[in-house]
């Protein structure tokens, strides 16, 4: 029996087309257990052994966020891991191994991370800081991170575009901190106002808040028997002292003069004033009542006491207030408590005055931090003479520190990519270099530079994206610069 050309061909397809997927299948599987591998070229060495640890670690390059050395925990800001993941920043927890002390944020690393399977997640076995420009091991070995490259502009197309380079160079870096606070009273500059004897209100000579008073000013008048009868017995002091002044007994007026004393002394300690005990001297009549005097100046932030009232000497009378010195109290993030102490300069400028700003000292600062908002309290203290900031002002803070002297970078030659932060470097007769650097702290429109930069180097300041766009024309990536080719 002849079987049709056609047939045979049909089986033949048919046969070739299981074959391939059970190849395929095979080859997909090992893809899995890989991690991502390339399935085209399985890599024997990344199969995870019996234990769930990956033998062959990931290899990747980043810069140091955060090193949370309780926690054993980096924070990076990373570039795509070849077979793992892509670019992001996030913490990983580090193997005991790992010696945390010799890293520091900002620094740039390479580092090993593990896939562990019996323990969902990802470990750090080995991270170390390095140069950039220096080569990094890739997973199989043998690799390099491209961290520079080097193209050419003539002379007279840098012209024709504007670009202008200048030095990179050593300079003074000032840390800025801005935040919002609240001006609130002095809580040093508050008075209570005490009667220290029992009696009853006669007279209010201050009858409503905020009524301001100056150091002396009368406050009350207040009836007090006590004080009638203590005013009696200080008579008749005087007089048993005129009388036996002039017996003709040694040490009489001794006596006489020890009542006396005695008497004025209890006055005295009711707040008594010296001119009202000179009046009673004189006239020798007994005042039915006391008047009590500010012993400040200020506000008065309360008052309790109205005429016919009867006050005792546990009872509040006034709460008066000396709005001459003042606090601001602000809150800075806790990313920002290292660089705040006390003693640090602060300015602050009010939006209800415009053009106007003030200056003082950071006169504590909070031991906790607000679990909630994630801020630390920061009191600032501000003369007031003139009383122009009003408590319950909101105020705008800022609090410089000095950082000594650092190699910086002008702000307008960096070109952010989002993961890697790239500079033209001017060789000079159309000579350039695209570079991946390393950023610390900004200030006063410089960058800090932390690596990738030498003191004296020249940078493109102006015309940087044409610069960019004539470094993508010769095949220059400077967003790919710092990631695995």
Do not use: C
Not at 304 to 310: A, D, H, K, L
């Amino acid at each position: 029996m002849k079987i049709p050309t056609a047939k045979i061909g049909v089986l033949l397809l048919a046969g070739g087309a299981a074959i391939s997927a059970f190849v395929f299948r095979g080859v997909y599987i090992e893809y899995l257990t890989m991690g991502g591998a390339d399935p085209v070229t399985p890599q024997s060495s990344a199969r995870l052994p019996p234990d769930g640890t990956r033998s062959n670690p990931f290899v990747g390059q980043g810069i140091v966020q955060q090193v949370q050395s309780d926690e054993r925990q980096l924070v990076l800001e990373h570039g795509e891991i070849p077979g793992l993941m892509g670019s992001m920043t996030m913490g990983y927890p580090v193997a005991d191994s790992l010696p945390l002390e010799a890293l520091s944020a900002g620094d740039l690393v390479e580092f090993s991370i593990e896939l562990r399977t019996a323990d969902p997640g990802y470990q750090i076995v080995s991270a170390r800081p390095v140069q950039v420009g220096a080569p990094v091991a890739g997973a199989a070995g043998g690799m390099s991170a491209v961290t520079s490259a080097m193209f050419d502009v003539a002379l007279d197309r840098q012209q024709l575009i504007g670009v202008r380079s200048a030095p990179v160079g050593v300079r003074e870096f000032n840390r800025q901190l801005r935040t919002s606070g609240v001006v609130e009273l002095d809580e040093t500059l508050r008075s209570a106002v005490h009667s220290k004897i029992s009696g009853w209100v006669e007279e209010t000579f201050v009858d409503f808040q905020y009524q301001h008073v100056q150091e002396g000013d009368p406050l009350l008048t207040l009836y007090s028997p006590e004080l009638v009868a203590t005013q009696e017995e200080y008579l008749l002091a005087l007089r048993a002292r005129d009388t036996l002044g002039q017996s003709p007994v040694r040490g009489a007026s001794f006596g006489a003069e020890d009542l006396v004393r005695a008497a004025r002394r209890r006055l005295e300690l009711w707040d008594v004033t010296p001119e009202q005990i000179a009046r009673l001297d004189r006239t020798r009549t007994p005042s039915t009542t006391i008047t009590i005097f500010s012993p400040v100046t200020g506000h008065v932030m309360s008052r309790n006491v109205f005429p016919g009232q009867r006050v005792t000497p546990d009872f509040l009378i006034y709460d008066i207030a000396d709005h001459s010195r003042v606090w601001v109290n602000a809150d800075v993030y806790e990313t920002d408590i290292g660089w705040v102490r006390t003693g640090q300069r602060a300015a602050i400028e009010v939006p209800g005055l415009p053009g106007r700003t003030f200056a003082g000292p950071v006169t504590f600062v909070d031991p906790h931090v607000d679990a909630m908002t994630r801020t630390m309290g920061v009191r600032i203290e501000l003369e007031n003479p003139q009383l122009a900031l009003k408590p319950g002002m909101y105020v705008d803070v800022e609090l410089g520190e000095s950082m000594g002297r650092r190699l910086g970078v002008p702000e307008s030659a960096v070109l952010r990519t989002g993961m890697r932060d790239v500079v033209f470097v001017d060789h000079g007769d159309g000579r350039m270099e695209a570079r991946n650097i390393a950023l610390g702290a900004r200030s006063g429109g410089y960058y800090e530079v932390l690596t990738g930069l030498q003191d004296g180097e020249r940078v493109v300041v102006s015309g940087n994206f044409l610069i960019d766009a004539e470094s993508r024309l010769q095949g220059i990536e400077p967003g790919s610069i710092g990631a695995e080719p």
